[in-house]
């Protein structure tokens, strides 16, 4: 693959925690259970339209609004990244390594691939041929849930897991600090085009603080509005690129995700 990077982004090369494969793990997640990780985005930066102080790969190199925005020649190709994952999926299909799920991932915002939904096709037809039992998911901080054709892509998956980690314009920017012009509402007003979603919700304290009644009330707003098949809460367990942060107490979080549960009806897991 030919990348190019600039001299500021080439300081963060060396940086721990990237994925630096196409195709990596499985990993076992407690969410997805035994999971193997596309990463269709560059191998030596993270490239994604948000910031999150939280992040375990640090702070963003690549900072990117939209689709198109970031050269395409950073990306993988549709076809390395087929090829990469049919080689995987067939070495574990030989050695009898159990998966439960194949999920875009890596080291960014996926969906900003500019070819993501070629990608799909391509993933899908070798899922369904090498390992048509196991689940096709996403991790997306919905940043591109505008453009119709990604909406579709994210529609043949079986499953979509959507950042939501605030309600309320000032927590959310401090909390995940989006590109412009990301606008929440204008993301949850394209959510009714996915078949379904699960919400991921983030929480932390320090230096940013989303646990806090009014901003937990903002948050159960904007959940009411969605309607999710379930939200999952959760806090740190890696180290974030803001050193400050505090993962957020067991019992706030089971305190949050029972009030969510009883405003909404909606079901609201801890992990
Ligand atoms: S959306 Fe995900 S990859 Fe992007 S900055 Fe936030 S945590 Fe990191």
Redo the contacts with the bound molecule.
Sequence with gaps: MDQHFSASQGASLIRRGLFPTLIYGPVVSRRLGMSLGINPLPLDV?L?????P????G??DMYVGDVGEAPDEVFPSVGAVGAALEETLEKRVSDGTRLDSITF?G???PTLHPEFAELVDVVAAIRDRLVPQVKLSI???G?TLHHPEVLRALNRLDERQV?LDAGDPETLWAV??PHPPFDLDRMIAHIPGLTDCILQS?FVQGRVDNTTDEVVAAWIAKVAQIRPLAVQAYTLDRIP?DKSLEPAPRARLHAIARRCQETTGVACEVY
Excluded: D, I, P, R
């Excluded at 939280?54 to 790969?57: A, G, I, K, L, P």
């Design positions: 993270k994604c339209s948000f910031n999150c939280y992040c375990q790969f702070w963003t991932a080291n960014g915002e991790l997306t901080c940043s950042k995940n600090l983030m690129a």
